[in-house]
């Protein structure tokens, strides 16, 4: 089986603390896989080490078949690669429009030019405010990013995953912090992008990443303790037992 | 949506109309030191609108760009003393070695942020100090005097001080205006990104490194243009003007300015350096008198008013003087 996405026995040890413990995913492409896990199973420290922002002690990350494992953040990024941050991360003080134009003009070529205006460049702030659009921010395009709510600032992170054209989308808790009404836009939004996209989901919400999912890996303690569909896990007894057990039980049954 | 009449454009406005007319108001009162004085505002203004491209745009603060200043003046002060005089020369051999003393620091401080950063260039500057203390030959701590001004032929005569003057405000508006571009530009916008949050521009695919030194390539050539023009005004070069104190009122400048604003450089400068002029004046004029029994001159201690006056800006006048007036201008706007 070879996935767009295969990590290969991933290892990260922080000290004494294994982070990741031979890790194995295998994300065929226009699947949702789904990665849940309790606090601090090493959720963000595998995202951080797929995006490059950390690099694993030993084994392999491939993707489309090409080995990322040693390559710099903005090389994966142009492999098509897009992340979008657990806590956002923003270019706060620029406008909502010029965050997306950025994440349009890191996939358009050097930017080695010097003289003519970037905000004028319909090559830019076209598929920019098209992202926008499609992550339901268009009549905020000239806001600073710093006057958006919390939930449209993690709708400003979607459109600029969205605006590098990626190929796979690393999604860091994108539902962390909205409210019930909000994280039913998210799940709507994530919805659709599902068609289109190949997607890693690392998500705390129970409810949206069994609605979503296609697949699901849950991560205790830095390995994998189960992979399967949204059923399988449901019916784990390890994941029961490891995870679930610790949440309140309703939010397993549907 | 864009205002063009708003207090910060009329300041800016005001400045340069004034700056235009410095030499028509010098030779109307028949007094060349507002000239002069005028000269030194404009050359600082181009070291402190150079340094406000990587600090207040790049958000990389250099605390050693004056060493620039020093640069290009030693090699137009070294060369002339060489007995080459050729402006045509040593123009352009200074901003090459401003660049190549640029990228040799950027390439190895950028490497580093925030703290470490501020040390590392202060620390460079230091260095090229005390290398500049060393130069026995050309005059180690006491500097150098330069016998003659860069030659252009018949193109401009700088020993004529007005002539000198507007080609000083000719380079501060080139360069005012090569910044407006840049920061504008897609180069700009990954330099501003940058500043803003290095490490989602490089999430998103940006290396931003090299971004950063080409900008801070650009600042130090700049800053040794300053250097130039410096070393031709006073006819001097020494050690002194890369001292880092004089780093720290670069620093000053901007920040009183506004970083990150087009023209809070210039207005900083003018600032400081009427500050630094008048302060000492009128504490003379007013506070003097009181201590005559003490025997004790009050107005040589200036900075004790210019110390709070510049901490009162940085806490309760963030963006500097620009900073505040935008503040009024965004009230006024219906």
Known sequence: ?254 | MMRMFTLRNALAVVVVAGLLLVPVYAAFIGNNFILSMSTRIVILAIAATSLNLIMGYGGMVSFGHAAYLGIGGYVVGMLAFEGISSGFIQWPLALVVSALFALVIGALSLRTRGVYFIMITLAFAQMIYYVGVSLSRYGADDGLTIQRRSQFGDLINLSNKTAFYYLCLACLLGSVFIVWRLVNSRFGMVIQGARSNDIRMRAIGFPTYRYKLVCFVIAGTMGGLAGVLLANHTDFISPAVMHWTRSGDLIVMVVLGGMGALFGPLIGTVAFLALEEALPFVMAKTIDPYFIAQNIRPSEYWQIILGPLLLLVVLFARGGIDGLLARIDRKEQP
């Open chain 1, 1 to 254: 089986m070879s996935g767009l996405l295969q990590v290969e026995n991933l290892a990260k040890r922080f000290g004494g603390i294994v982070a990741t413990d031979d890790v194995v995913i295998n994300i065929p492409e226009g699947e949702l896989h789904a990665v849940i896990g309790p606090n601090g199973a090493g959720k963000t420290t595998l995202i951080a080490q797929l995006t490059g922002q950390l690099m694993p002690d030993s084994g392999r990350i491939r993707f489309d078949g090409t080995d990322i494992t040693h390559l710099p953040m903005y090389q994966r990024s142009m492999l098509g690669l897009a992340r979008s941050f657990q806590i956002t991360s923003l270019f706060l003080d620029l406008s909502v429009l010029d965050n997306v134009s950025l994440a349009v003009q890191a996939h358009a070529g050097h930017s080695f030019h010097f003289w003519r205006d970037a905000r004028q460049q319909a090559d830019l702030r076209e598929p920019a405010r098209a992202a926008l659009a499609r992550a339901g921010l268009a009549d905020r395009a000239d806001r600073p990013a710093a006057a958006l709510s919390h939930g449209e600032h993690r709708q400003l992170e979607l459109a600029m995953a969205l605006a590098g054209k990626p190929r796979m989308l690393l999604l860091d808790e994108p539902m962390a912090g909205l409210g019930p009404e909000e994280s039913a836009r998210m799940v709507e939004m994530l919805r659709a992008l599902k068609k289109q996209y190949t997607i890693l989901l690392v998500e705390h919400d129970m409810e949206a990443v069994f609605a979503l999912a296609d697949r699901i890996t849950v991560l205790v303690y830095g390995r994998v303790i189960a992979t399967g569909s949204p059923d399988e896990i449901r019916n784990n007894p390890q994941v029961r037992e490891a995870y679930l057990g610790e949440h309140e039980e309703g939010v397993v049954h549907d």
